[in-house]
């Protein structure tokens, strides 16, 4: 098994440029969510989703679109990046929404300029 | 919502010490709480959880106890070892939420 996947490892982009992170899992997890990491502020949520064609709202989903069509992928849709989006962003799923071990990506670390 | 605090942001302990770092949590209906540690540049991994029904989990050298009447629980590392320098991370789950609240993160330095 793979685990969990992320793609790009690393991403430069212009401020009002477009971009989606991609994320997959082989593990057949039904739940699937997005964090950010910044420096002191530990992981914050942006957006989850507790099976395929579910998706809500995480702490900080301002800025940020996501779909799940299939268990597998859940990708993170920039609109329109701004600097405050920089940041190093992970993917992770877990068996279930409660009381379950999640397993994170390696990252994607992303630069806006 | 719920608000999870985590102190203290850094630790530095000698090897063969004990280190003890501590979390907080807000809502009562709280329902796990796992640890992970994150190496630089690496994902976070999970060393440790416990559900609310327990008071205390071991694992070898790493423990966690749940004070839920305080509302909090804290990660203990006994016999400390380099290789234990890392960010260790608490997390809340709350029972219907579906949300994983992380607290801001412990540095914690082993020094040889």
């Known amino acids: 098994n793979a685990g969990v996947t992320q793609t790009p490892k690393f991403q430069v982009l212009k401020t009002g440029q477009s971009m989606t992170l991609q994320c997959a899992q082989d593990m057949n997890h039904e739940y699937m969510s997005w964090y950010r990491q910044d420096p002191g502020m530990g992981l914050r949520l942006i957006h989850y989703?507790?099976?395929?064609?579910?998706?809500d709202q995480g702490e900080v989903p301002n800025g940020y679109n996501v779909s799940r069509s299939t268990t597998e992928d859940f990708p993170l849709r920039l609109l329109s990046a701004a600097p405050s989006q920089t940041s190093v962003y992970f993917c992770a799923s877990s068996y279930s929404g409660q009381n379950y071990e999640q397993y994170f990506g390696p990252g994607t670390r992303l630069t806006v300029t | 919502g719920e608000n999870v605090e985590q102190h203290p942001s850094t630790l530095s302990v000698q090897e063969g010490d004990s280190a003890v770092i501590k979390c907080t949590y807000s809502?009562?209906?709280?329902?796990?709480f796992p640890w992970y540690k994150q190496e630089l540049g690496k994902r976070p991994q999970l060393i440790i959880d416990i559900r609310s029904n327990v008071g205390e989990k071991k694992d070898q050298r790493i423990a966690v106890t749940l004070n839920k009447t305080a509302k909090h629980f804290s990660l203990h590392i006994t016999e400390t070892q380099p290789e234990d320098s890392a960010v260790y991370f608490c997390?809340?789950?709350?029972?219907?939420?579906?949300?994983?609240?992380f607290g801001t993160g412990t540095r914690l330095k082993v020094l040889a």
């Open positions: 989703s507790v099976g395929a064609g579910i998706t």
């Open positions: 997390a809340v789950s709350t029972s219907g939420t579906y949300k994983y609240i």
């Open positions: 809502d009562s209906a709280s329902n796990y």
